[in-house]
């Protein structure tokens, strides 16, 4: 075979997986205009206001006083919620910063501080959790800004016992300082526009770490937070779901940021890859084989957990489709070749239409010439960092993503902290 007919098997043979996984993104999409309708059926009662307990997990994050400030102004009653700063800071000033709080709010504002980082932001969770006063847990990372109806809108499922975890929808803040911003925000609008609502009616939504709340009693029925995972928010959501509680979805969204320097990007969705593939290993007899699961509940887990391990067939088939090019003659380059490659383009342009759909819902399709060429930009580079990410998943289960616990755990950068530091 000469080079060139090799490389375009390999093309080929990586193109089938990419058209399927094409395809599964035509039928989410088209399953979502039938099932997007979060709107809760639970008789509500009102005046409705169990104690709550705000918990804002920091590290060396001073923009957690915007946080702060916002959660202090909720509109709902002051002797029926708490705000808890979880703080790792290594950082002095910030741990003074933050402290301050808890001084000029005694009673109202608890600053809880360890010497060490075992176990970074679950571990932190899992370690105050004995200080918390409230039945739901509410928790924001410290660059989300909720809004004053958070908790009136977030607490209202929790009248049925049965749920434990309510999901709010993501927004953001600084979706326009560039294209690595832009496409950021873009993922995860597709997670919440077009995934989440599907979660939502299959009762397989995932806790996101933030924007959203959780039944204590859940998390104690499960066994804390686990400490070793560094995508926590899956794990728990997996094992409490096993336990036969209920997951919702609310519209109701809170502005965040999101990465704005490739580096930051890529180490975030490395570490989500990596952690939900190991949530996906280590709960697989639960998933597939349990009878507490319906067949809906075991495919959309299974789809958030794994979805990320097409990033190596992704970017075989870019590097097998740029080597037959260079291999190529000059008559690959014909009419025919071209209507050919249009055919492969329509039936692996899924995600496209998905993107697309996502933008007319949130009355942004401006950005869809953005969206075009940051997945035929950013998402190679993506590919590339995530197929590591996958590998290791795979491979090297004993073995952190990165050379240590430590490095693999990474706290994306906040924009906000150097504001808020001086």
């Given at each position: 075979?000469?080079?060139?007919?090799i490389?375009?098997f390999?093309?080929n043979?990586?193109?089938?997986?990419?058209?399927?996984f094409?395809?599964?993104f035509?039928i989410?999409?088209?399953?979502n205009?039938?099932?997007?309708?979060?709107?809760?059926?639970?008789?509500?009662t009102?005046n409705y206001?169990p104690f709550?307990?705000?918990?804002?997990?920091?590290?060396?994050?001073?923009v957690?006083?915007?946080?702060?400030?916002?959660?202090m102004?909720?509109?709902?009653p002051?002797?029926?919620?708490?705000?808890m700063i979880?703080d790792d800071?290594?950082?002095?000033e910030?741990q003074?910063i933050?402290?301050?709080?808890?001084?000029?709010?005694k009673?109202?504002?608890k600053?809880?501080?360890?010497?060490?980082?075992?176990?970074?932001?679950?571990g932190?969770l899992?370690?105050a959790?004995h200080l918390?006063?409230?039945?739901?847990?509410a928790?924001?990372?410290?660059?989300?800004?909720?809004k004053?109806?958070f908790?009136k809108?977030?607490?209202?499922?929790?009248?049925?016992?049965?749920?434990a975890i309510?999901q709010g929808?993501q927004?953001?803040?600084?979706?326009?300082?560039?294209?690595?911003?832009?496409?950021?925000a873009y993922?995860?609008m597709?997670?919440?526009?077009?995934?989440m609502?599907?979660?939502?009616k299959?009762?397989?939504?995932f806790?996101c770490?933030?924007?959203?709340?959780i039944?204590?009693k859940?998390?104690d029925?499960v066994g804390?937070?686990?400490?070793?995972?560094?995508?926590e928010?899956?794990d728990l959501?997996?094992k409490?779901?096993?336990?036969?509680y209920?997951?919702?979805y609310?519209?109701?969204?809170?502005p965040?940021?999101?990465?704005e320097?490739?580096?930051?990007?890529?180490k975030?969705?490395?570490?989500?890859?990596?952690?939900?593939i190991?949530?996906f290993?280590?709960?697989?007899?639960?998933?597939?084989?349990?009878?507490?699961?319906?067949?809906?509940?075991?495919?959309?887990?299974?789809?958030?957990t794994?979805?990320?391990?097409?990033a190596?067939?992704?970017l075989?088939?870019?590097?097998a489709?740029?080597?037959?090019?260079?291999?190529g003659?000059p008559?690959l380059?014909?009419?025919?070749q071209?209507m050919?490659?249009?055919?492969?383009f329509f039936?692996?342009?899924?995600?496209?239409?998905m993107?697309?759909?996502t933008?007319y819902?949130?009355?942004?399709l401006?950005?869809f010439p953005?969206?075009?060429?940051?997945?035929?930009?950013i998402?190679?580079v993506?590919?590339?960092?995530?197929?590591?990410a996958?590998?290791?998943?795979?491979?090297?289960?004993?073995?952190?993503?990165?050379?240590d616990?430590?490095?693999s755990w990474i706290?994306?950068?906040?924009?906000?902290?150097?504001?808020?530091?001086?």
């Open positions: 075979m000469t080079p060139q007919e490389t375009l390999i093309y043979l990586a193109l089938i997986p990419v058209v399927f094409s395809l599964l035509l989410l999409s088209a399953l205009l039938f099932v997007d309708n979060t709107k809760q059926k639970d008789k509500k009102k206001y709550v307990t705000v918990q804002i997990p920091s590290f060396n994050d001073p957690a006083v915007r946080c702060i400030k916002a959660c102004k909720l509109n709902y002051k002797d029926k919620y708490e705000i979880v800071s290594t950082n002095k910030t003074r933050l402290k301050k709080f808890e001084t000029e709010n009673g109202f504002i600053y809880v501080h360890r010497e060490n980082r075992e176990g970074y932001k679950p932190a899992k370690d959790m918390v006063k409230g039945e739901i847990i928790i924001f990372d410290a660059d989300f800004i909720p004053k109806d908790l809108i977030i607490v209202e499922p929790f009248q049925n016992p049965k749920v309510v929808r927004g953001f803040i600084n979706t326009e300082k560039n294209l690595i911003t832009k496409f950021a993922l995860l597709i997670h919440h526009t077009i995934l609502p599907i979660n939502h299959f009762n397989s939504v806790f770490g933030t924007g959203g709340a039944r204590k859940a998390i029925d804390g937070w686990n400490a070793d995972s560094i995508t928010d899956s959501s997996v409490i779901l096993s336990k036969g209920k997951n919702v609310v519209k109701f969204e809170t965040s940021e999101v990465p320097t490739i580096e930051a990007f890529l975030q969705q490395q570490r989500w890859t990596f952690g939900n190991r949530v290993i280590d709960n697989a007899k639960q998933i597939i084989f349990s009878k507490k699961f319906k067949f809906g509940q075991k495919f959309m887990m299974t789809f958030v794994l979805g990320p391990g097409i190596p067939i992704i075989l088939m870019t590097l489709g740029f080597a037959g090019w260079f291999f003659e008559q380059f014909g009419v025919q071209l050919e490659f249009t055919a492969k039936i692996t342009a899924g995600f496209l239409l993107a697309y759909i933008l819902k949130q009355r942004s401006k950005h953005s969206l075009v060429l940051a997945t035929f930009s998402s190679i993506l590919a590339m960092a995530n197929s590591v996958v590998y290791k998943a795979l491979f090297q289960k004993n073995k952190h993503l990165y050379k616990k430590k490095n706290s994306t950068p906040k924009t906000g902290n150097a504001k808020f530091l001086k």
